[in-house]
């Protein structure tokens, strides 16, 4: 079965420390996507970055970077130099190549950035 | 370049009552996806349109839901009569399709979601 399973349910950092979010995920299969969205208080989904299973660079955008580590099913995401507004629920999410277009979501980490 | 947008951001209803939200996708875009997270759970998909076809549906709970993207633009889930448990947040994504070799994976841009509350 296609899971995703991020284990911080929340997490407090102090301003501008980096932070590591985690999520492992569980597919058999060898092609596919892993994503991380941002939601805000305000509710909307942003998305952050994305991975793909055949990717041998880990992806990076800005801040944010992924740790991916396939053949331990992990896909940390990595924001460096944390600020105020990263306050917010980071999700995981993945979806199979040939599969369907749904994506498998984990449950989120609540991350709280304190001054 | 315009985002997802949804209507309403909220609604609150009594049980036994018809709702209808309505998504928007990004202009060009022809996937559609409709996503629920109820109050303490997982994201879940609900169901996925190209253009105005149904792909999935794999994820709609039960009949008592309807979606419907006719002309391929606009895309409307009805929940008709409602339930306690059809309450939480209602998320519409689009994307376009590259294909499985893009290096974005097609990814799903979101709407700030239908925030539906039964009574």
């Known amino acids: 079965a296609q899971k995703i399973t991020q284990t911080q349910p929340g997490m407090f950092v102090q301003e501008k420390e980096a932070v590591t979010l985690d999520c492992t995920y569980d597919?058999?299969?060898?092609?596919?996507?892993l994503f991380w969205y941002k939601q805000p208080s305000s509710g909307e989904m942003i998305f952050l970055i994305y991975?793909?299973?055949?990717d041998e660079q880990n992806a990076t955008e800005g801040r944010y970077s992924l740790n991916f580590q396939k053949a331990r099913k992990s896909a940390n995401l990595v924001i460096s130099a944390s600020q105020l507004g990263d306050s917010a629920m980071y999700f995981c999410?993945?979806?199979?190549?040939?599969?369907?277009?749904?994506?498998?979501w984990g449950a989120g980490t609540k991350l709280i950035i304190k001054p | 370049e315009a985002g997802v947008t949804q209507f309403p951001s909220h609604s609150v209803i009594e049980k036994g009552q018809t709702v209808t939200l309505r998504c928007d996708p990004i202009?060009?875009?022809?996937?559609l996806y409709w996503y629920r997270r109820v109050m303490g759970k997982e994201i879940k998909f609900l169901l996925h349109?190209?253009?105005?076809?149904?792909?999935?549906e794999s994820g709609m709970p039960n009949n008592r839901f309807l979606a419907e993207r006719t002309g391929g633009t606009y895309s409307t889930l009805k929940v008709q009569p409602a339930e306690l448990e059809d309450s939480g947040v209602y998320f519409c994504?689009?994307?376009?399709?590259?294909?499985?070799?893009?290096?974005?994976?097609?990814?799903?841009?979101f709407g700030p979601g239908t925030r539906l509350t039964v009574l």
């Open positions: 994504a689009s994307s376009q399709d590259h294909g499985s070799g893009s290096s974005r994976g097609d990814t799903q841009y």
């Open positions: 202009s060009g875009h022809d996937n």
């Open positions: 349109f190209v253009k105005e076809s149904k792909q999935d």
């Open positions: 597919t058999s299969d060898q092609s596919y996507g």
């Open positions: 991975q793909g299973s055949y």
């Open positions: 999410a993945m979806r199979v190549w040939d599969s369907n277009y749904q994506l498998i």
